[in-house]
């Protein structure tokens, strides 16, 4: 697939007042792990409005991106210190792009490793210098067979490098080590509604009679990774599963599911079943009890004037003791609550987002499983970044494969060549 960059500049917020803005102040959820991007690509036919023209829409989305950098002005400026964001004018990287072929012919069978090219920065890298990184990154790329065209975001999560220094530099290492490592691939699999139910029969128990969709499916991807991770080593390690956790309704009073910032927590529990077979009901019940520790008592003592040291001891004391055990552990984040495929900028609804192809290199996230949907018939897709090895050995497990679809067509049948 050949592109070719038409321009490249910084949109800059539309607001002259923006100059006089204070710091914007962060919340120390906001600092607590290293710099990355958490790219979303979203696809739009031009047959989805008449009048989709380029240089139109470039217009538009300037203008728009502009006008929206004056309201949500921390997107347009850069940290400082790991505390605060400041220097709004300096706005968000825009890039435009225009790509040989059609867009219907990409999405016959979506091939993961050219995604990166849709994006204007290195997704889930490790940004070295946290400071000149800017929060938001946008790239627009037009196909040229059909005219259709892909408007791409691309979310820097407003945090800085390490973590606040007085969480300590051993919460650095261990957060650092289970992150970022080398020797990714990513894969993408469907799961059709018929799996997913077959998984939440198979993951009932007394304890959890009732598993939702992201229980099942965590847990049987948890059991897929511990199965492929113990095969390649003598010595059994424990293995521990790190959910991130939506805090917005789960305190009191609730946030508004559309606030922005890292109000999330993870989840943790470890699997110690070293020598026995692994059961789907039992992860599935670890996985609830994890989830259900994190409520409104739990969070209540992160608030007032001694929140600060409570939730960084707790985090402290939770890394270092997972961190000594030399565990294999798997993160899940599901954005199945997302209405990604809703997102309309005035041409219709996507028809698919898509995600990322290489995780960042030298150093990207590993261990990482994403939860999406497809938009149809309940099907959710799965996006596994794995250690090479492992992945390998999950894709061959005769249980993963019967009930995933590794990278299928995107299915859009009212799109046409």
């Known amino acids: 697939m050949d592109m070719s960059i038409i321009s490249k500049e910084l949109i800059k917020p ?3 007042s923006i100059h006089h803005l204070l710091p914007f102040k962060l919340s120390l959820l906001d600092q607590l792990f290293p710099t990355t991007y958490i790219p979303m690509v979203f696809f739009y036919p031009a047959n989805n409005n008449q009048d989709f023209k380029g240089l139109q829409i470039s217009t538009q989305l300037k203008r728009s991106l502009s006008q929206t950098l004056s309201t949500f002005y921390p997107l347009s400026g850069r940290v400082r210190n790991n505390s605060t964001i400041d220097s709004f004018e ?3 990287p825009y890039v435009e792009t225009r790509v040989k072929g059609s867009l219907f012919d990409f999405l016959k069978q979506p091939q993961l490793d ?5 994006l204007p920065c290195q997704p889930f890298g490790y940004e070295s210098d946290p400071e000149a990184t800017p929060q938001v ?15 791409t975001q691309d979310h820097r999560y407003s945090y800085d ?28 699999f469907v799961f059709d509604a018929d799996a997913i139910a077959t998984l939440k029969d198979k993951a009932k128990s007394q304890r959890v009679p009732n598993p939702s969709r992201t229980e099942a499916l965590s847990a049987f991807i948890w059991k897929s990774y511990t199965e492929a991770c113990r095969s390649l080593s003598a010595l059994p390690r424990p293995s521990v599963s790190v959910q991130a956790v939506n805090i917005r309704q789960r305190t009191e009073p609730r946030f508004s599911r559309y606030s922005i910032g890292n109000l999330w927590l993870d989840a943790m529990t470890a699997c ?22 994190i409520n409104n008592d739990y969070l209540k003592a992160f608030q007032g004037e001694n929140g600060f040291q409570e939730l960084s001891g707790s985090l402290l004391k939770q890394r270092v003791e997972i961190g000594s055990r030399n565990p294999e552990i798997l993160i899940f984040s599901s954005w199945l609550q997302f209405d990604l495929n809703d997102v309309d900028f005035g041409w219709g609804k996507p028809i698919w987002v898509g995600l990322t192809g290489d995780v960042g290199r030298p150093l990207g996230w590993t261990n990482v499983t994403i939860f999406k949907q497809t938009g149809r018939n309940n099907e959710v897709e799965v ?15 005769a249980e993963f494969r019967k009930f995933s679809t590794p990278n299928p067509s995107t299915s859009v049948p009212h799109l046409s060549s």
């Not at 040229?144 to 892909?150: K, N, Q, T, V, Y």
């Not at 650095?172 to 970022?180: K, P, S």
């Not at 996006?383 to 497990?397: A, D, F, G, P």
Request: charged share 25%; glycine share 8%; aromatic share 8%.
């Open 14 to 16: 539309s607001s002259p």
């Open 90 to 92: 300096k706005g968000a």
């Open 114 to 118: 050219l995604l990166n090219k849709f």
């Open 137 to 151: 990154a946008l790239q627009v790329n037009t196909f040229d067979g059909g005219g259709s065209l892909l408007f």
């Open 161 to 188: 490098d390490g973590v606040p220094r007085q969480l300590g530099s051993q919460h650095t290492r261990v957060t650092e080590n289970y992150l970022f490592k080398e020797g990714n691939v990513t894969r993408r």
């Open 272 to 293: 110690e079943l070293a020598d026995t077979k692994i059961e789907l009901n039992d992860l599935v019940s670890l996985t609830r009890e994890s989830f259900t520790n």
């Open 383 to 397: 996006w596994m970044t794995l250690n090479e090895k492992i992945m390998s050995l999950v894709e061959r497990n």
